[in-house]
């Protein structure tokens, strides 16, 4: 298996554009997850869908952020506009959502975003 | 919520020496306990995980060990080696809140040649 496909793998942008992060989760697995990593704050999770639906998005900082699941294997996370404090490594991860038991989380190779 | 609180924040070993790093959650109902490495520039990766309903799990120079009454579970890696420099980061995980884990704030470990 490819495992969790990330692109672009780096993202340099000026202030106010849109940027657009891409996810092909690991087939078969149903859960799908957006996390961001600064040094400041860790590894924030931002939003999660289950069979394509979004679930808890209560980590999305604001408005300026989206996220879609319009099929089981691709994911687009959305920032319009970007800001400079946007700047961070955008990792996507999925899991194969279990019956009783909780289960692993596989990670992407992340995008390193900086907004100029 | 669940708060997951991990120390030290780095920790230097000499070569073939143990490591050992120290996690406490909150949440009485986690019971899924993954530990992540990352290194520089790459994704986190799990290296060893274990449930609530036993004590210690073992992968050959790696060890968890999970305390539920005290709340604490811990990574021990014995022999360590350079390759084993990274960020490690634990989670804890319940059905209570799905499939969200809910991570340590990171261990970097430094193994001196």
């Known amino acids: 298996d490819a495992g969790v496909i990330q692109s672009p793998r780096h993202e340099v942008t000026e202030m106010g554009q849109e940027v657009t992060l891409r996810c092909k989760p690991i087939s078969g697995h149903n859960s799908l997850f957006w996390y961001r990593q600064t040094m400041m704050r860790g590894l924030e999770l931002l939003i999660y869908f289950n069979n394509n639906v979004p679930i808890d998005d209560s980590g999305m900082p604001e408005d300026r952020f989206s996220a879609k699941m319009p099929n089981a294997s691709f994911s687009t996370l959305k920032i319009q506009p970007s800001e400079p404090r946007d700047s961070a490594v955008y990792f996507c991860a999925s899991s194969p959502r279990g019956g009783q038991g909780q289960e692993t989380q596989y990670f992407g190779p992340g995008t390193r975003l900086l907004v100029l | 919520g669940e708060n997951v609180e991990q120390h030290p924040s780095t920790l230097s070993v000499q070569e073939g020496d143990s490591a050992v790093i120290k996690c406490t959650y909150s949440?009485?109902?986690?019971?899924?306990f993954p530990w992540y490495k990352q290194e520089l520039g790459k994704g986190p990766q799990l290296i060893i995980d274990?449930?609530?309903?036993?004590g210690e799990k073992k992968d050959q120079r790696i060890a968890v060990t999970l305390n539920k009454t005290a709340k604490h579970f811990s990574l021990h890696i014995t022999e360590t080696q350079p390759e084993d420099s990274a960020v490690y980061f634990c989670a804890a995980s319940s059905q209570n809140t799905g499939n969200q884990f809910y991570f340590g704030t990171g261990t970097s470990l430094t193994v001196i040649p």
């Open positions: 274990i449930r609530s309903n036993v």
């Open positions: 949440d009485s109902a986690s019971n899924y």
